[in-house]
């Protein structure tokens, strides 16, 4: 008598007529439904997006699964992006934010650490452009953790406006990273070297209301309003004439350093740089133009 191998059958015709599973990356495509429709998958968003709004250039972190921190291709990307905005003459201000309300940035991301090798010593700075002096007016705008070399970003920035809520400080002194994005520089600047000190040597976390009133950030707003603020506040600058504007800004930037007397002599040469400018602003003021505080504040 033959002996049959394999299922019988009805076993046989059974397993033709089930359907194996299907993969389970099909599966979560599909929403966990078999369909003969797969949904399409969103791609992962950007790093770090440029967009034009107004007379301002946008420039976004956008990790917020690591807290907005840079790795060293973000830093790649926020180079680029500042390039971009340099080379732009309609963008007359740059505003630096974070996307997502919990964090500005959190600094290198220190799980992708070695990824930073290479740009250690770029005369840009680790983080892209953060031993760069931009030639127009800068804007931090600001939700959440502000930490390392993100509030080295923020630094590096002319003004910081900051939703209410917002911490800001370099933890980095708990586990030995230095301060590589200007940091040790800018922040004594800003505040003063006491207070400088404190933040620098403690690694303290400083609230948002703590850091208006040391003069780290220029203004609080309600959560959520930071770029919102950040947008009105360069509209307002656009909106000024830009050369003596420009100059003014660059004489204060340039002469920190310097001894009171050179200083003065900075400013001198920027004045005579703008004076036909300068010149007719003055007859426009003298035909009644600007009285009454018109056009004063941002």
Same mark, same amino acid.
């Given at each position: 008598?033959?002996?049959?191998?394999?299922?019988?059958?009805?076993?046989?015709?059974?397993?033709?007529?089930?359907?194996?599973?299907?993969?389970?990356?099909?599966?979560?495509?599909?929403?966990?439904?078999?369909?003969?429709?797969?949904?399409?998958?969103?791609?992962?968003?950007?790093?770090?997006?440029?967009?034009?709004?107004?007379?301002?250039?946008?420039?976004?972190?956008?990790?917020?699964?690591?807290?907005?921190?840079? *790795?060293?291709?973000?830093?790649?990307?926020?180079?680029?992006?500042?390039?971009?905005?340099?080379? *732009? *003459?309609?963008?007359?201000?740059?505003?630096?934010?974070?996307?997502?309300?919990?964090?500005?940035?959190?600094?290198?991301?220190?799980?992708?650490?070695?990824?930073?090798?290479?740009?250690?010593?770029?005369?840009?700075?680790?983080?892209?452009?953060?031993?760069?002096?931009?030639?127009?007016?800068?804007?931090?705008?600001?939700?959440?953790?502000?930490?390392?070399?993100?509030?080295?970003?923020?630094?590096?920035?002319?003004?910081?406006?900051?939703?209410?809520?917002?911490?800001?400080?370099?933890?980095?002194?708990?586990?030995?990273?230095?301060?590589?994005?200007?940091?040790?520089?800018?922040?004594?600047?800003?505040?003063?070297?006491?207070?400088?000190?404190?933040?620098?040597?403690?690694?303290?976390?400083?609230?948002?209301?703590?850091?208006?009133?040391?003069?780290?950030?220029?203004?609080?707003?309600?959560?959520?309003?930071?770029?919102?603020?950040?947008?009105?506040?360069?509209?307002?600058?656009?909106?000024?004439?830009?050369?003596?504007?420009?100059?003014?800004?660059?004489?204060?930037?340039?002469?920190?350093?310097?001894?009171?007397?050179?200083?003065?002599?900075?400013?001198?040469?920027?004045?005579?740089?703008?004076?036909?400018?300068?010149?007719?602003?003055?007859?426009?003021?003298?035909?009644?133009?600007?009285?009454?505080?018109?056009?004063?504040?941002?």
């Amino acid at each position: 008598m033959a002996i049959r191998r394999g299922f019988p059958p009805s076993r046989r015709a059974a397993r033709l007529r089930s359907p194996r599973p299907e993969p389970r990356f099909i599966s979560r495509l599909r929403g966990g439904r078999r369909s003969g429709n797969i949904r399409a998958v969103p791609p992962p968003p950007e790093p770090v997006t440029y967009e034009r709004t107004g007379a301002a250039a946008v420039l976004t972190i956008d990790r917020q699964e690591r807290r907005n921190a840079v *790795d060293g291709p973000t830093a790649e990307l926020l180079a680029a992006g500042y390039e971009r905005f340099e080379a *732009d *003459d309609d963008a007359r201000v740059l505003i630096l934010t974070g996307a997502g309300d919990v964090a500005f940035c959190a600094g290198a991301d220190l799980k992708a650490i070695d990824s930073f090798a290479p740009r250690l010593e770029d005369p840009a700075g680790p983080l892209g452009f953060t031993r760069r002096t931009a030639s127009k007016p800068t804007i931090a705008a600001i939700s959440g953790w502000c930490l390392a070399g993100g509030l080295e970003l923020a630094l590096w920035c002319d003004l910081r406006i900051a939703a209410a809520g917002s911490m800001l400080g370099f933890p980095e002194r708990r586990w030995g990273v230095p301060l590589i994005d200007g940091g040790t520089q800018r922040l004594p600047r800003i505040v003063g070297l006491g207070r400088a000190l404190d933040m620098i040597l403690t690694g303290r976390i400083v609230p948002g209301e703590e850091a208006l009133e040391m003069g780290l950030v220029n203004e609080i707003v309600p959560p959520g309003e930071h770029l919102t603020r950040a947008l009105v506040l360069a509209d307002g600058l656009a909106r000024f004439p830009q050369e003596t504007m420009l100059a003014d800004r660059m004489a204060a930037i340039e002469g920190l350093g310097l001894s009171l007397r050179d200083g003065l002599a900075r400013e001198a040469r920027a004045g005579r740089e703008v004076f036909e400018v300068a010149r007719r602003g003055a007859a426009r003021f003298a035909s009644g133009e600007g009285r009454g505080g018109e056009g004063a504040g941002v």
